[in-house]
């Protein structure tokens, strides 16, 4: 079966890094997106990686390893607005998206 | 530019009613999705058109119908309301498969009592 994993919650102070890791087991891979959500809200886009490597931008980055079936997104300089679920989705050989359970991230003052 | 536009935000149903949620968009996607969110649950795929007058099915279709008969809009039938249908319902498009950024409404949220 079709897998992603990502941790439920996590927990960072306002002015620091965290980084939210997602491990994925797919029939395929034709890319990989990070989509951020808001409580209430629609999720919107924030990175898509389909090689392997860093992709920056501004204060968020996304990696990805094709061989180990891994990505993380790195948040740098944390902000309150952060404060949102992260949801990870990766598009399988058919294109379809398979999306994860989402890591809701808890920022503190 | 209203993107992706979704009606009604919230609904309230009986078990056995049945109502229609409208999709529209306004930036020329061949593309439509209908997800359902659930908690503690990934995005889940309901249907999805790649463009006018086709319909396809996703991974939890039962108990739901579609239908694009113009490109902007895609509708979401509920035959006979059942309360696991209870969940949040988001539409989303995009231009096409390959990169699948999608855009995605504001969600519909349906309570079925």
């Known amino acids: 079966g079709q897998n992603i994993d990502q941790p439920t919650e996590m927990t960072a102070t306002e002015g620091a890094i965290v980084q939210i890791n997602c491990t994925y087991q797919t029939s395929g891979f034709n890319g990989l997106f990070w989509y951020q959500q808001h409580a209430g809200e629609a999720p919107t886009f924030l990175s898509y990686?389909?090689l392997d490597g860093l992709e920056e931008k501004g204060r968020f980055s996304s990696f990805l390893s094709r061989s180990k079936g891994y990505s993380y997104l790195l948040l740098k300089e944390l902000q309150m607005k952060d404060s949102a679920s992260y949801l990870c989705a990766v598009t399988d050989s058919n294109y379809q998206l398979i999306w994860g359970a989402g890591t809701k991230l808890i920022i503190k003052p | 530019n209203a993107g992706v536009t979704q009606t009604p935000k919230f609904r309230v149903l009986k078990t056995g009613q049945s109502m229609t949620l409208l999709c529209a968009q306004d930036m020329n996607h061949e593309y439509m999705y209908w997800y359902r969110q659930d908690p503690g649950m990934g995005l889940r795929l309901i249907h999805y058109?790649?463009?006018?007058?086709?319909?396809a099915k996703g991974e939890v279709p039962d108990g739901y119908n579609v239908s694009r008969l113009k490109k902007q809009n895609f509708l979401l039938g509920l035959e006979s309301a059942a309360p696991s249908q209870t969940s949040v319902y988001f539409c989303?498009?995009?231009?096409?498969?390959?990169?699948?950024?999608?855009?995605f409404g504001a969600g519909s949220r349906l309570t079925v009592l």
């Open positions: 990686n389909v």
């Open positions: 058109s790649v463009g006018e007058g086709t319909t």
């Open positions: 989303a498009s995009c231009s096409d498969s390959g990169a699948n950024v999608l855009t």
